[in-house]
């Protein structure tokens, strides 16, 4: 990251009916498992989501980005897909999903899916003709001899994602003895891109989903897919057991140059379609400039920039990450993104909870890193209000996950035997891994499951915690100073004050602020422990808090006019 604090965002500013909609979207992320359960069974699907289509609209979004929701053993979640061309049958059917689609448009939602295509699940009909022995079929996966005398070594000393080596032997069968690579759970074989029959496969995928409609892909693990040639050893490289969310450095498994030509191939896809239909590209690389390469005019059209949701409740570190990632996606012409959260990260209101060392940026940031210190979750859903007022005020994209707007903290205290993360196993039970974060959503003011499911007496897929009637939906629709009336609020606010209007220019102010300025609206935000004085005659059009006048209050932001 770079230390500067400039700041403008160089591309010219564009004329709204020269923007398209994925440039300046709020795009809403359904973790569908636990979104809303129409049948009963305690676990979500395309029914409940449906049933609540009218929520995301009323909420103001632009689009949904819907995580996977293919047949899959859930491995990971889903991330382990057994068939592309269809839909998990605790989900629903492909009948379902056009009707979702087609409800979704009607209500100016677009839909985007999200893709898995550095892996396939060990259930997926290649995988299980390749251990039978289907020669062509083993050639689309990483299948491999063992070191050692007797091959019972891996391969190599690539660690997977979760936990443990990246390679499983297999122990029978034709393929009796060889290893496999899996970057993430044993249930998730890495498939090989060099293979010609993929990168068909992936194309004829991506085909298939646009003509039903969909407006674009979130890749998944979009650096994974190309692994340097050989496979050789990672050492003194990061050889260690990386993780997913920290991929520091240079290693033969991730962000091989090679990976642009698939993309490449993908863009000439998505560019047959019309209206538009778009990439989102999730890549844990080094840094915006290695980032930026993805989003090239015939590749990607954005890419999540994670540096947001890794800083620390710091004003200069907002304003330091906030111009390097403006800067960076402008060098390709591609428009910022912002994200506070997602499935894979601790919730914002519990990462911003405790104490705020600028070194969570590098290091601490991920969960279960301050088992020590008790959360302030009042203190943490303050920060949260305040840095989406702070996201939703910049150029570019925004993405919500599904519970922020509710202020939803992340659940620390579920019992071991709950857990379904495959972090948690293939860690050694070390690492609780991401189920805090994934909990059902509270829709009404009543007792578990809130209106999650369908039938009162289910039992969701993770439990809920036993005070969230207070967080639901239906209690923060009362509430007008809830957080769910604040995005509300925001939303609904941000096209005409926010949309298009150029370039981010910062105001000389207190080291503990940082306030913007955009088009003629302001926008200012309060990391430190005193209150500031606001511009005379500013009128404040949202606060995070509220009475917020003449005075900026500590841990909150305002948009002035
Ligand atoms: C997803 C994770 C998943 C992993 C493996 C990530 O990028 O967001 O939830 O476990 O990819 O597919």
Avoid at 135 to 149: N, P
Avoid at 179 to 189: C, D, E, I, V
């Amino acid at each position: 990251m770079r230390k500067r604090l400039r700041t403008v965002w160089r591309s010219s500013p564009v004329a709204p009916e020269e923007s398209p909609w994925w440039q300046t979207a709020v795009v809403y992320q359904v973790y569908i498992r636990s979104f809303a359960d129409g049948n009963g069974d305690g676990v979500g699907d395309i029914a409940g989501l449906r049933a609540r289509l009218p929520y995301l609209a009323r909420l103001g979004v632009d689009a949904m980005w819907i995580n996977p929701w293919y047949p899959s053993p859930m491995a990971d979640a889903g991330y382990d897909v057994a068939d592309y061309r269809d839909i998990e049958p605790a989900y629903g059917t492909l009948e379902d999903a056009r009707a979702l689609i087609a409800e979704a448009h009607a209500l100016g939602i677009r839909v985007i899916l999200d893709i898995v295509p550095n892996h396939t699940s060990d259930q997926h009909a290649w995988f299980r003709a390749a251990l039978a022995g289907e020669s062509g079929a083993r050639r689309r996966y990483h299948f491999l001899a063992g070191r050692g005398a007797d091959g019972e070594l891996p391969p190599n000393d690539w660690q997977s994602v979760f936990g443990g080596p990246a390679w499983t032997r297999v122990d029978r069968g034709p393929l009796e003895g060889q290893w496999y690579l899996h970057l993430f759970a044993p249930g998730q074989p890495d498939l090989n891109w060099e293979n010609d029959e993929v990168r068909a496969e992936f194309e004829d995928i991506l085909a298939f989903w646009f003509d039903r409609g969909v407006d674009g892909f979130r890749i998944d693990v979009a650096h994974g897919l190309v692994k340097a040639a050989g496979l050789p050893d990672g050492a003194g490289v990061d050889a260690e057991p990386h993780t997913l969310l920290q991929v520091q450095g240079r290693h033969p498994a991730w962000d091989q140059d090679g990976v642009h030509d698939i993309y490449r191939g993908w863009r000439a896809v998505a560019d047959r379609y019309a209206p538009e239909r778009i990439f989102i590209a999730e890549a844990w690389v080094s840094s915006n400039a290695r980032l930026a390469r993805y989003l090239r005019p015939d590749e990607l059209h954005t890419a999540f920039q994670f540096d947001f949701l890794r800083t620390p409740w710091r004003a200069q570190m907002l304003r330091e990450v906030i111009d390097d990632a403006i800067d960076s996606a402008a060098s390709v012409g591609a428009p910022p993104t912002w994200v506070l959260s997602n499935h894979d990260v601790t919730r914002t209101v519990t990462r911003f909870s405790r104490s705020q060392p600028a070194h969570l940026i590098e290091t601490d940031w991920e969960r279960g890193r301050w088992e020590d210190e008790r959360p302030d979750h009042a203190l943490g859903r303050r920060r949260a209000r305040a840095a989406a007022l702070v996201q939703l005020a910049l150029p570019g994209t925004a993405y919500v996950y599904q519970g922020e707007e509710l202020g939803l903290e992340e659940v620390e205290d579920l019992p071991d035997e709950a857990r379904q993360d495959p972090t948690w196993v293939q860690s050694g039970f070390t690492d609780v891994g991401r189920d805090g974060c994934r909990i059902p959503l509270p829709w009404t003011e009543t007792s578990v499951p809130y209106g999650f499911a369908a039938h009162p007496a289910a039992v969701t897929w993770l439990p809920q915690p036993e005070h969230w009637a207070e967080h639901s939906v239906e209690a923060q629709e009362r509430d007008p100073g809830s957080t769910l009336n604040l995005y509300r609020s925001a939303l609904e606010l941000r096209p005409t004050m926010w949309r298009d209007t150029g370039d981010v220019k910062w105001l000389e102010v207190a080291s503990d602020i940082a306030a913007f300025e955009r088009g003629g609206a302001q926008c200012w935000v309060n990391t430190g422990d005193a209150g500031v004085p606001l511009p005379a005659g500013a009128a404040v059009v949202l606060a995070s808090e509220p009475g917020v006048d003449g005075m900026l209050p500590p841990d909150t932001a305002v948009w002035l006019r």
